[in-house]
Each structure stands twice: as C-alpha cells, then as structure tokens.
C-alpha cells in the first residue's frame, strides 16, 4: 500500500482554490470549480494568475544579467558546483530514510535540490515563479533523463498541491528573498505538508552583527546580486515565529558556513576561484569550515543556517 502511495505523482491543483485543473485545447488549463484559466505561456506549466505572469516577466527581464551570471556560476564553476553537491547532500541527511516523499522544492531557481535528488524518491515537484529558470532546469533534467522531478512556473505564496500532499518541503536560499511574505510562504508549507512530514530549509543566517556586515560587503561587491528585499537574510526567531504560526515544530537550526560559502558559494566575485579547477582546494575550504563549526564561540558567526521542520501528526 505504502509502495503504492509513493508512487503517485503530484496532482496539480488550481493555485487559487485548490480545486482540480481540466486540460483546454490550447494546451493550458482551466479550474473546473472556480473557472481560472492558466493559458500555455511557456516549454513548462504556468499556474499564475495574469497579474503575477505579468510582473513575474518583467522581474525576470529586469533581472536578466544577474541571472546570467548565477547560470553560469551554477552550471560552470566547478567550485561552486562542488560546494552545492556537498550543501544539497547535507540537507538531504536530514530527511529521514524512512520518508520517501513526495518532495517539493519552493523557490527552485535552477532546481538546485531535484537535480540531485536522492534515488529514494520516486516523484517531486519542483517550482519557481521564474519562467526562464524553471525552463532551464526542465531541460537540463530532461537531457539526464530524470523523469520523477516536474517543474512549474508558480508561486510559493499559493502552491498548486492540495492540502496534505507532500512528504517533504525543501527550500535553499529562497526565503529570504519573500521577507515580506515568509509568513504566507511558510503557511503553505504547513498546508501541503502531511502530518509526520518534514521541512528542511537552508538560508542565509542573521543573528549575528560580524555576519550582517560581512554579507553587506559582500552584496556590495557581487554583480550577481539581485534586486529582491530581505537580502540580510532570517534570525532563527523570525523562522521560528512563522513556522509555529504555520503548525511546523522546529526540530533543528544549525548555523555553517564561514570561509567556503562566501568563496565557494560566491565564485563569481573571486575571478581566480570562478575557473579554478583545483577541487582539492574546494575540499579544503569545507573541511575548514567543519572545524569552525566545532569552536563555539565561532559557530554564532555562521554566515548560512539549515533548519529542519516537522508537522506533528
Ligand atoms: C536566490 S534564488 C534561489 C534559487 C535556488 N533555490 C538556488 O538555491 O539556487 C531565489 C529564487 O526565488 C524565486 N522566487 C521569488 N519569489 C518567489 C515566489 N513568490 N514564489 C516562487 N519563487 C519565488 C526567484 O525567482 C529565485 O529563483
Ligand atoms: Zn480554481
């Protein structure tokens, strides 16, 4: 039964009422119960209302060298390449083996979670309200012949799944990016969640001053930086505020992070690091960056937090 389960793919939903979608013959959809429709407006599914593509299109052409830039140090550096396969890993060990899914990842971007998604899971959604990036993805993983992870166009604010339908929620680097909105985001989380289902977030940290100020210099430097508010990152308060408003528990807040997030994690700022193909070098940095993570009075410094989440049964 439980193998069953696990098999079935996340069933789309309308995002506004969260009633079930018909195929139209322009290869869109439409909400059988409220009526919304959602044209066909890209290679991958756009669940958003018109307003939202509309402002979405022009935030991603606004954004457009920014997102260049992340591509390319995303897809090309083999440092920063590096140090996601290690980040991606470690968020992963901290989803029980026993929970199999389904997984979404919210605020994928280039769907930096799914593409290395652990054999375990048999299905996951992955979305983002960036069209170009979620298309990206959609081809890159195609080209691997992924076939259990879907990608759409939609919003975290309002997350196409009915309500108790995921295992696992994950999100990187994202949260921060809707200050503004954490408490929806993190509302919709709780809602797709089942119970005994876990959220496991990684964001930049910011509880303490010599981090804030490191990460100002450095979002002063960056030509990868976007133009969203909230870039100081969340205090591990203000995670907690939404998620116990959300009906999650916090299970874990671990700070990491000092010397191979920033360089390994920023390669776009050190030209040297951006090419550099010396691997040794990556795990060096992170073997460093363990070490910190052992000294206390350092920890408080990190400069990234992962958190897991669960949703009492
Ligand atoms: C810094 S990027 C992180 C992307 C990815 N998780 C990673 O680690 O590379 C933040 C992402 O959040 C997306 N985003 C912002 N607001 C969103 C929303 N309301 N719903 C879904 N995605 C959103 C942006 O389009 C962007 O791709
Ligand atoms: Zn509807």
Partial sequence: MEAAEERVELELVCPACWSSLEATAGGGRRCASCGASYPRRAEVEVLLDDETWRATVAHAEHERETLRRY???RRESPLNILY????VARMFRHVPEANRGPLVEIMCGEAEICR???????????????????EQAARDLEQAGETRVRLVCASAT?????????G???VQGGLHHVKPLLAQVVAEVGRILRPGGIFVASEPAND????????????RRSRQQGTDPGEDGLTQH???AALSAAGLRLDRYRRFGFIAFPFMGNTQLFPLLATCRWRALGRALIALDRVFEHIPLVRGMALTSLLTALKER
């Avoid at 996601?84 to 980040?87: A, H, K, P, R």
């Fill in 71 to 73: 591509h390319v140090s």
């Fill in 84 to 87: 996601y396969d290690g980040w």
């Fill in 116 to 134: 290395r998604l652990p054999q375990r899971f048999r299905s996951a959604l992955a979305l983002d309200l960036n069209p170009t990036m979620v």
């Fill in 158 to 166: 309002q997350i196409p799944l009915a309500d108790q339908s995921a």
């Fill in 168 to 170: 696992v929620v994950m």
């Fill in 208 to 219: 303490h001053w010599l981090t804030r100020r490191i990460r100002h210099w450095q979002y």
């Fill in 238 to 240: 203000e995670l907690d």
